[in-house]
């Protein structure tokens, strides 16, 4: 029996097309590309925007802004998806925009507990962890341990609001400016401002000073 | 339905495992496998609604052991073929059937900019009357339909608050099965993590959840 290439799995005995999907992804792009169905230049281009052109930096531009400009950040509450289009994002998985703003009082942490939603059009295409069974299941049930995971200790008397993304609406997290940051302009402060923030599993903080700086 | 993927408030499911510098793609084919979805749902055959739901029925064992991009893989395959595009035999194959004709795709790469550009609205600019309004005290429904819904288990029958109306926004659980999109209110709708959990969770915390009026009634 060991040594028949049948009779392990009797799961893949009658499985007609190769169980691994980087085969099964290219047969079916073969078929879709001479069927007329896709144009493989245009998965090229999808394919590069979202490695190369879309992703958290343009959300750190956005709370940059707010942080440096009262007007703007009011907006951004008022209507994200005019506020963040301003800066010329928006469009797929962007369409319509909630910020949400952290304070020493608050602190916002968005998830996804039945799929993966994502604000495609300031921070790019989701992380694993964010797609992943532990962070779908455990975020709403029990958000401070999750957070305590991601290296992030809050107070008790700190409110967390977690926001599930069961709509179309996307959720992205303003998060607090760091102190010691008076100084920096809008640029330096975007440098700052990491996807994890963004998303409420992290902080802001100052870059570490070297010794002697 | 009541599927494995509805997972929020399950145990069991493990510690968070993080990536450093965590690259978009691991690996060629799942940027493949992403661009394939996109491509495809451009012959708009089916909705967003749909294809989630095509993964839902991914078997509960299947669905937890799948990486994120077979899962897609998986889902457009079946919607593709469901739709009409193309047919099992030529999945199975991979070739086209004998005498088949030539399609011209949809999405070209020079329509890729206009077409993540633009995107796709959810909301729909129709008159609609609401059933709450912001602050009012609104309990989700215990329903447990087969098919698709964006109601999560751990919320029904949960006391909450309307904390805002987002508008009108068409309705996952008729999109995904059908032509008509029921648009209809959709809130940002409070529950404390007591009302979720019970006594042991946090007295400050809360989740909040996007639900229509489908999904809530007068409490």
Partial sequence: MGT?????????????????????????????????????????????????????????????????????????????????????????????????????????????????????????????????????????????????????????????RVWDSTAEIRYLVLPERPAGSESLDETELAALVTRDSMVGVATVAMPARGAGA | MNGVHDMGGMHGLGPVQYERNEPVFHAPWEGRAFALNLAAAAWRKWSLDALRHQIELIPAADYLRMSYYEKWLTAVTERLVQSGLVTRAEVESGQPARGSSKATPPLTAAQVPAMLRSGALASRNVSVQPNFHAGQRVRARNINPVGHTRLPRYARGKLGIVDRDHGVYVFPDAIAHSADENPQHLYSVRFTARELWGDHASPRDSVNLDLWDDYLEPA
């Fill in chain 1, 4 to 160: 028949s290439s049948h009779g392990h799995d009797h799961d893949h005995d009658h499985q007609v097309v190769p169980s691994d999907p980087a085969l099964r992804v290219k047969a079916l792009e073969s078929l879709l590309t001479e069927k007329g169905l896709v144009d493989p230049k245009a998965l090229d281009a999808l394919i590069d925007k979202y490695e190369r052109q879309v992703g958290p930096r343009n959300g750190a531009r956005v709370v940059a802004r707010a942080w440096v400009d009262p007007s703007y950040k009011q907006r951004l509450f008022e209507d994200a998806t005019a506020a963040i289009g301003e800066l010329g994002y928006g469009g797929a998985q962007g369409e319509h925009m909630v910020v949400v703003e952290n304070t020493p009082q608050v602190h916002n942490l968005v998830v996804c507990t039945l799929c993966s939603c994502y604000p495609w059009s300031v921070l790019g295409l989701p992380p694993v962890w964010y797609k992943s069974a532990p962070y779908r299941s455990r975020a709403v049930i029990d958000p401070r341990g999750v957070l305590r995971e991601f290296g992030l200790q809050l107070p008790d008397e700190t409110e967390i």
